[in-house]
């Protein structure tokens, strides 16, 4: 079992920056993959990054590309998300996931990850 808490939500004005955590316990964090997706009112839940347990740079959504950075830190059992440029299409609920099975050609899809935080509301104003 993974239980996951995301924090560092909060409200931005459009070009700004945020940082989310989520910290996991348990004691197979580190062979989870680590993804981030979020959900905004009336819409899908959507991926937006993820990164396996062997570290390396991360796969992301082709709309946060060169703006948003996933990074882990296995010791720490936290995952990060650093988000710059942040425009009022970012605007929703970011929710942290893990999954000891998630697929490198899957890694996109919810049904992929068996753990999820609850979710931490981020709002970029124009």
């Known amino acids: 079992q993974v239980q996951l808490v995301e924090s560092g939500g909060g409200l931005v004005q459009a070009g700004g920056s945020l940082r989310l955590s989520c910290a996991a316990s348990?004691?197979?964090?580190?062979?989870?993959?680590m993804g981030w997706f979020r959900q905004a009112p009336g819409e899908e839940r959507e991926f937006v990054a993820v990164?396996?347990?062997?570290?390396?740079?991360?796969y992301y959504a082709d709309s946060v590309k060169g703006r948003f950075t996933i990074s882990r830190d296995n010791a720490k059992n936290t995952v990060y998300l650093q988000m710059n440029s942040l425009k009022p299409e970012d605007t929703a609920v970011y929710y942290c996931?893990?999954?000891?099975?998630?697929?490198?050609?899957?890694?996109?899809?919810?049904?992929?990850?068996?753990?999820w935080g609850q979710g931490t509301q981020v709002t970029v104003s124009s």
């Open positions: 996931a893990a999954g000891p099975r998630v697929g490198q050609t899957r890694y996109y899809q919810v049904s992929e990850y068996d753990f």
């Open positions: 990164i396996y347990w062997t570290g390396g740079s991360g």
């Open positions: 348990g004691r197979t964090f580190s062979r989870n993959a």
